[in-house]
């Protein structure tokens, strides 16, 4: 079946460093979305991206879907404390199957 | 987040006994879904709805039933708990292949 694989498992960065966690999907996805979750917290939406090749940012947050449509990756800019939580991507197969969940990364940032 | 409830929120239960928790929304969404989430696994969908009265199994079902009598509720049944069903407990709701709104959660432990 569809897998979504995700890593780093876990990424231990000093505050003011980048972040990237990557995203890779066994077959092509429809869509792919990011969600954070806070220690202690539930998921919460960030982004979906649908189109081949597209870019979107949120302030210091850069999110990526590959030309093929079966890799994905968000990018910090300059972390900060309160990004400290474990980021999901989660992609839809093409035929609109339900929302696969990567494992997530966990990130955690060192004041 | 505001328009999804889960109850209840930490649950202790002993080890064959039935266990319901229930996951009540205001959004009006017609997608509800059930997840678990255990370290190593991420997230894990156990069972979901498209409607009511329309059910459908995830990847890791066995050992659990759900219900959707109204458009508003949707109730995940342990027949009999088990220790390996200790975990924490999400519900989420949707539009199609939109993002996903979680609920707080609901810690169970299977003494």
């Known amino acids: 079946g569809q897998q979504v694989m995700q890593i780093p498992q876990y990424q231990h960065v000093q505050e003011g460093e980048d972040f990237t966690t990557y995203c890779n999907s066994s077959?092509?996805?429809?869509?792919i979305q990011w969600y954070k979750q806070r220690p202690g917290g539930h998921p919460v939406f960030l982004i979906q991206?649908?189109?081949?090749?597209e870019v979107k940012k949120q302030k210091r947050l850069t999110f990526q879907f590959g030309e093929a449509k079966k890799n994905s990756s968000l990018h910090i800019t300059a972390t900060q404390t309160t990004d400290v939580g474990t980021y999901f991507c989660?992609?839809?197969?093409?035929?609109?199957?339900?929302?696969?969940f990567g494992k997530g990364t966990k990130l955690s940032v060192k004041p | 987040d505001a328009g999804i409830t889960q109850s209840p929120r930490h649950k202790v239960t002993e080890t064959g006994t039935p266990v319901t928790l229930r996951c009540h929304q205001t959004?009006?969404?017609?997608?509800m879904y059930w997840y678990r989430q255990d370290p190593g696994h991420g997230l894990r969908l156990i069972h979901y709805?498209?409607?009511?009265?329309?059910?459908d199994k995830g990847e890791v079902s066995d050992g659990y039933s759900v219900s959707r009598s109204k458009t508003e509720d949707f109730l995940l049944t342990l027949e009999s708990a088990t220790s390996s069903q200790t975990s924490v407990y999400f519900c989420?709701?949707?539009?199609?292949?939109?993002?996903?709104?979680f609920g707080s959660g609901t810690r169970l432990t299977v003494v």
């Open positions: 989420a709701i949707s539009e199609l292949e939109g993002g996903y709104t």
């Open positions: 077959t092509t996805l429809s869509n």
């Open positions: 991206l649908v189109k081949s090749g």
């Open positions: 989660a992609g839809h197969g093409g035929s609109q199957g339900n929302l696969i």
């Open positions: 959004e009006n969404h017609r997608y």
């Open positions: 709805s498209y409607g009511v009265k329309d059910t």
